[in-house]
């Protein structure tokens, strides 16, 4: 058995511990793989309050944000051992013991501290760490140890190294993204016109002034797909608006989906913030996208990853991000061609693989 540990701060965490159980259980068939949010399983309630403080920081107070990221990287506010960590210890205590797992992977940095204290009076299995971040790490992700980290890219492999972990414990092996982006995509009729993805996480006001900005280019025969899942009702009345101020069938919207991955690899360029899961998602869609939100902190490094490979463009303003997009889709794409040339000598489709591979190898003394 294989328990596979995550939270439901950001997509990233969530979206890295689905691709990894996928890979498992494409690996290891027949053998019990289980995903759990343990924050929600010990503290359902206090989980759902602090989710939404979290999304409420990143989206309207990103100063503040800044500060509490900052304060998680250290040992006295964080480290084994606190007194509110009791109840998630106990929960934990309790999987394992049930459970009897031969191998812990998470992609939450708050676990391998909870491990460390319960080594204390116990044994506990092999864990294999995924840093979901690139670049701008959290010294949270590493304080506690662990038998394996995987990361990203050599960059972050650098970053890593540099708070102390020996190179031997640190795999490079691409963040883990579906499987779905290594299997052919569904046949679809031709299309005609650009095709924009907008994936919006911003403020609605800046929602509202993203789509004006663009407007030109769907008067001009451009066509969006937007996925809103959660962001649904906040947007409604922005959405409305303007899908009356354009050609019918100019926008697609749509709400909650499986079919990011294909839109990904179907699309022309995407708009999108800066989150350790979709950006490397665009980076195995080999997408051009435009980054309208960077969290700070926590982001950064994201964005700097792929902004360094000339694989997307970060914009601070509405009309930055349409200019960007412009820029990206005219003459006939050329500008879009070449980031889809650059991002595919870092592409890594089947990090999920790779990922599950290598925290085999840990569970079996490798």
Known sequence: MILILTAGYGDGHNTAARSVAEALERLCPGETIEVSDLISDAMPLTATVTKALYQQAITHFPAAWRLTYELMGKRSVTGPDSKWQAGLLNVLRQRIAGRQPRLIISTYPLYAVLLESLAHTQKVPPLATIITDSISVNRIW???????????????????????????????????????????????????????????????????????????????????????????????????????????????????????PEFLRTHDVVICKAGGAILHEVLAAKIPAVIDYVVPGQEEGNAEMLTKCDGGIVTHTAQQTADAVASILTNNGAVGRRMRASMAKLSVPDAALRTAKASLAVADGK
């Open 142 to 260: 590493v304080m506690s140890g662990s038998d394996l980290f995987c990361v990203a890219d050599e960059e972050t492999k650098k970053v890593v190294i540099g708070f102390g972990v020996p190179e031997s414990k640190i795999r490079v092996t691409g963040f883990p993204v579906s499987l779905a982006f290594t299997e052919p995509l569904p046949e679809a009729p031709p299309h005609v016109g650009a095709r924009i993805l907008y994936l919006p996480s911003t403020t609605g006001r800046r929602v509202a002034a993203t789509l004006e900005a663009l407007k030109p280019l769907f008067l001009a025969g451009a066509k969006l797909t937007l996925p809103v899942g959660k962001h649904a009702s906040r947007l409604y009345h922005v959405l409305r608006r303007f899908t009356d101020e354009v050609p019918p069938g100019t926008v697609d919207i749509i709400g909650w989906t499986q079919r990011i």
